[in-house]
T-cell receptor, first 114, second 113 residues
């Protein structure tokens, strides 16, 4: 069965610090990968997605993620965080064909200190 | 505006009562999903439907039921058999099966007293 692991449950950073959130998935076939963000009091929205091609994908608000197939990983990065990045971040995976179950990780709560 | 509408936003019910959460989308999406969000557990898939009149169980379907009689609607019933129903419920939809971005509603918070 597919599963997604996010190892960082809570992260606290100061503004301008660099961010890297880990995401590992378990599925041996071809997958599509996503990072979603949930700002306080708002609904989930897409940060970025990977389907195929260049393993380094860029998303909104300066976020990027790198797909490393050999490590089953899709880590999220941002060179310099802002206070407004305080939110909960979710990694998600779905098979690229067959049964389209979108499976989410447990989330990482990021707090950025001004 | 196109989007996903969930109602009610807040719902209080007594233990032992069934409740139905509404999810309507006007995005012309084929696939719809129900998730449950609990602190520290992320989003867990309850049920999903890839086409009208068809749906599949997710990872935590016990105590829940759904129907998909119309493309735009995917209501979720939380039955009295669900042992811990107090939670935040999210509905989502997507157009491109297996590849597309999931669009989410604003959620329904159910509290069972």
């Amino acid at each position: 069965a597919q599963s997604v692991s996010q190892h960082n449950h809570h992260v606290i950073l100061s503004e301008a610090a660099s961010l890297e959130l880990g995401c590992n998935y378990s599925y041996g076939g071809t997958v599509n990968l996503f990072w979603y963000v949930q700002y306080p009091g708002q609904h989930l929205q897409l940060l970025l997605k990977y389907f195929s091609g260049d393993p380094l994908v860029k998303g909104i608000k300066g976020f990027e993620a790198e797909f490393i197939k050999s490590k089953f990983s899709f880590n999220l990065r941002k060179p310099s965080v802002q206070w407004s990045d305080t939110a909960e971040y979710f990694c998600a995976v779905t098979r690229a064909s067959g049964t389209y179950k979108y499976i989410f990780g447990t989330g990482t709560r990021l707090k950025v200190l001004a | 505006d196109g989007g996903i509408t969930q109602s009610p936003k807040y719902l209080f019910r007594k233990e032992g009562q069934n409740v139905t959460l509404s999810c309507e989308q006007n995005l012309n999406h084929d696939a719809m999903y129900w998730y449950r969000q609990d602190p520290g557990q992320g989003l867990r898939l309850i049920y999903y439907s890839q086409i009208v009149n068809d749906f599949q169980k997710g990872d935590i379907a016990e105590g829940y039921s759904v129907s998909r009689e119309k493309k735009e609607s995917f209501p979720l019933t939380v039955t009295s058999a669900q042992k811990n129903p107090t939670a935040f419920y999210l509905c989502a939809s997507t157009s491109t099966l297996g590849a597309g971005e999931l669009f989410f509603g604003e959620g329904s918070r159910l509290t069972v007293l």
